[in-house]
Structure formats: structure tokens, C-alpha cells
């Protein structure tokens, strides 16, 4: 019997015109190039110029997104935005995403799970395809993390950017085979046990500002490696697939010991890996749809290739999905 699918049409993303490099850093705060480059990965970053929002950059992904797939907006029914950095406390970014791109029909939401957003997002979009709430979705990760940034604070102002990436789900009908495209399997968790170790200190109900990031790096990196490999394990078992069959690892950049680690400890060959980290950083929501544009703009991703996105983040959230191109 053949179920609904939620297929992958085409992707796309953007990255602001600005580029911070670790050297332009190392002019702002107490810190160098080969500290940044040795603990992350990282050597530079891009940041939003002025007046430049979340939302500008989202439209500019879905419109990439589109075009790629070859559909036009008027067929998008659904758009899920994930972002911690949303233009205003309300109306949902994804609102004005969904003005921005001239439509007038269907749904339109923002989803806040930190840097685990589009995985989130991805999965929430999935549910309402095969539940029959929506027919094509827009999914969207775009953030401005350059605003909640202490520019004093070295340990964290190194780490992240801006940026956004977003795919185009199409609902299609196929056999329920791990064989066919389509998303495959979604793992999701959360723990707010971790509250602390990852957050922004400001909120409209608590302090009325925005406020800044904060964490603690080394609580952060003993806890990802660990939770990040649990629900792709999950994911793995769920499916009857294994690392082996992998064509694509597109992990959530956030920092390239991480990454490793995680693809050591799960037995993913380096060659599968994707790893952008080192030019845009950590963006967030967008870092996992910026890294899947990548490969997939260079023609490097085939029909019917096999892709893990997974990630984790504040609160902690991390999650999982596998799918087929």
C-alpha cells in the first residue's frame, strides 16, 4: 500500500555581502586566528548589514529554494521558519516570508529550537504533509545571530554568523520503502534540564530586552557528541540502514571537533562528511541548510542518495532526519 511522502524538490540559500574574518576579530576582542582555527574551525563568518533582517534573508533562500525546484510560490501551501533571531516578538518571521513572496494562501510559522530549528522544522513540515494539512512546504532556517552577540565576549562572538537556507517539500505518493525519495525517519528530543549551559540572558517577559548569548563551550561539547549520536543511531534503527549506506553527513556547523567526533564514534567516512563551519560558522537554524545547498549547488548530490541532517541545541534540543534525495 503506498503512504504520502514528503520529497525533497530542490533547495537553496544566502549569505549576507559582509565578511568577518578571524583576523578582523582578533582587532575587536583578546584573541588570534590560530586559537579560533584550532578550537572550532573556524575562519570567518558572514554578518547582516544594516537594516538587513532575518526575514530579508529568508525570502532571498526560499526565492533560490524555488527556483531550483522549479515551482513557483502560488504552489507553497506551507512555510515553517526556524529561527531564534525573529524580526519582531510578533508577528511570526515567517509571515512576512510568506508577503515577501506574494502569498496569500495557506499557513505560515515560525519554529524555535535553537540551532536544532530546521531539523525540528523539517520534521513538523513532514507530519503535516503525510497528515494531509498541506500539499508543498517551504522550510526555512535564517538567523541574525550577530544581534544577540557580546561583541566583548571572545568565547562566544568567535563562534557564530549569519545567514539562511531553506528546501522546498514536496507531498508525493510512493511505497513505504527506505528505497524511495522522500524523508525516511525523524527523531527528535529535548531536556531543559541544560537550560543554563546554552541560552540568551534576555526575553520580552523576563527582562524586556533582547539580551546576549551565553554558554558554557566545554559543558556544551562533553554533551553534543554523545546526544547527537543517540537519535542518528535511533534514526538508524528505525529504518534498517546503517552508516554504511550514508552517501551524505550534513551535521549542524557548530564546531569542527564536533563534527568529527561525531562522525568517528559513528563509523561515517570523512569523504560523506559535510563541513562548511569554517567559512560561515555556526548560523544556527540555517547552518544545516546552508551546508546541504552547498553540495548540492556543486552537483555533488544524486538521485536517490541517502542524507543524514542532524543537529543540537540550547535548551538542549537535538534531533535527526534522514532522508532520501
Excluded at 513538523?124 to 544581534?147: M, N
Excluded at 549551559?197 to 527582562?207: A, E, H
Excluded at 563551519?277 to 551546508?291: C, D, K, Q
Aim: include cysteine; charged fraction near 20%; aromatic fraction near 6%.
Amino acid at each position: 500500500m503506498n503512504a504520502i511522502r514528503s520529497v525533497v524538490l530542490g533547495c537553496g540559500s544566502y549569505l549576507p555581502e559582509k565578511v568577518l574574518r578571524n583576523a578582523d576579530l582578533a582587532e575587536m576582542v583578546d584573541t588570534s586566528d590560530e586559537w579560533i582555527v584550532q578550537r572550532t574551525g573556524i575562519h570567518q563568518r558572514h554578518v547582516a548589514a544594516e537594516g538587513e533582517f532575518t526575514s530579508h534573508m529568508a525570502i532571498k533562500a526560499a526565492q533560490r529554494a524555488l527556483e531550483n525546484a522549479g515551482v513557483d510560490a502560488d504552489s507553497i501551501d506551507l512555510i515553517i521558519l526556524a529561527t531564534s533571531t525573529p524580526d519582531n516578538t510578533f508577528p511570526a518571521s515567517a509571515v512576512t516570508v510568506q508577503a515577501g513572496l506574494g502569498i496569500t494562501h495557506g499557513m505560515a510559522f515560525d519554529v524555535q529550537a535553537v540551532c536544532s530549528g530546521f531539523v525540528y522544522a523539517v520534521t513538523t513540515a513532514d507530519a503535516y504533509l503525510r497528515g494531509g494539512l498541506a500539499k508543498r512546504a517551504l522550510v526555512i532556517g535564517s538567523e541574525t545571530f550577530s544581534r544577540l552577540l557580546d561583541w566583548e565576549d571572545r568565547t562566544t562572538c568567535v563562534l557564530f554568523g549569519d545567514g539562511a537556507g531553506a528546501i522546498v517539500l514536496d507531498a508525493q505518493e510512493g511505497a513505504p520503502d527506505v528505497n524511495e525519495s522522500g524523508v525516511l525517519t525523524c527523531k527528535l528530543r529535548s531536556d531543559g534540564r541544560h537550560k543554563e549551559k546554552l541560552y540568551v540572558d534576555g526575553g520580552p517577559s523576563s527582562t524586556q530586552t533582547t539580551g546576549h548569548l551565553r554558554m558554557e563551550g566545554r559543558e556544551v561539547f562533553k554533551h553534543a557528541v554523545g546526544m547527537v549520536t543517540d537519535v542518528i543511531e535511533d534514526a538508524f534503527e528505525a529504518t534498517g540502514l546503517t552508516a554504511d549506506d550514508l552517501n551524505w553527513f550534513v551535521p549542524h556547523q557548530a564546531n569542527k571537533r564536533i563534527i568529527d567526533a561525531s562522525a568517528k564514534k559513528l563509523g561515517i567516512a570523512p569523504e560523506k562528511v559535510v563541513i562548511t563551519v569554517g567559512e560561515h560558522a555556526n548560523t544556527s537554524a540555517a547552518t544545516i541548510p546552508l551546508a546541504l545547498d552547498s553540495i548540492v549547488q556543486a552537483g555533488k548530490v544524486k538521485k536517490g542518495d541517502l542524507i543524514m541532517l542532524e543537529a543540537m541545541g540550547g535548551g538542549f534540543t537535538w534531533g535527526a532526519v534522514l532522508l532520501r534525495w
